[in-house]
T-cell receptor, first 111, second 113 residues
């Protein structure tokens, strides 16, 4: 599975959009981009995943560049409860392999 | 909403003692995972089950760790004997099958003194 690069930390003002970048320049054609987050002292929580089209659900939007080498997770109206470590993970379609977590981005939503 | 259950939530033990953690996955989920998360790092897989069979235990320290899922439902992870370096959060996750998104439990925080 391709490796990912994320900034170690970001701040965002409450009520504003939080845009979390992820670089996955070695991604291959059958690899999906997954996003999970982990609020302090809790288990990771699945957010969203996508292959090449932009995806949106009730939690977030995922924007994947046309060349698929990077993506952005967007939390449209960040709240204090969105403060967490956000993990971007690349995983092959049809792969039974486990999720490989990196260090993630610590997002702090400021009041 | 269905959740993955884990117990205990916290465990303090002395080195050389045995400890066990329990996980009950979301009903109907065939795949179950145990991860270990050291403070400040991302979770790392220890063992993965499909029903009652082990799919991947390549990262499980088999000299002291064991895991079972006898009836293909709930699972137990055991450490015997515990060492100081085993202090970590132990996370259980489940998924509908090998290819779908994983749902994590709240974890068991182990402290070895």
């Amino acid at each position: 599975d391709a490796k990912t690069t994320q900034p170690p930390s970001m701040d965002c003002a409450e009520g504003r959009a939080a845009n979390l970048p992820c670089n996955h320049s070695t991604i291959s054609g059958n690899e999906y981009v997954y996003w999970y987050r982990q609020i302090h002292s809790q288990g990771p929580q699945y957010i969203i995943h996508g292959l090449k089209n932009n995806e949106t659900n009730e939690m977030a939007s995922l924007i994947i560049t046309e060349d698929r080498k990077s993506s952005t997770l967007i939390l449209p109206h960040a709240t204090l409860r969105d403060t967490a470590v956000y993990y971007c993970i690349v995983k092959s379609a049809g792969s039974a392999r486990q999720l490989t977590f990196g260090s993630g981005t610590q997002l702090t939503v400021l009041p | 909403e269905a959740e993955v259950a884990q117990s205990p939530r916290y465990k303090i033990t002395e080195k050389s003692q045995a400890v066990a953690f329990w996980c009950d996955p979301i009903s109907g989920h065939a795949t179950l995972y145990w991860y270990r998360q050291i403070l400040g790092q991302g979770p790392e897989l220890l063992v993965q089950f499909q029903d009652e069979s082990v799919v991947d235990d390549s990262q499980l320290p088999k000299d002291r760790f064991s895991a079972e899922r006898l009836k293909g439902v709930d699972s137990t992870l055991k450490i015997q004997p515990a060492e100081l370096g085993d202090s970590a959060m132990y996370l259980c996750a489940s998924s509908r099958d090998l290819y779908n998104e994983q749902f994590f439990g709240p974890g068991t925080r182990l402290t070895v003194l």
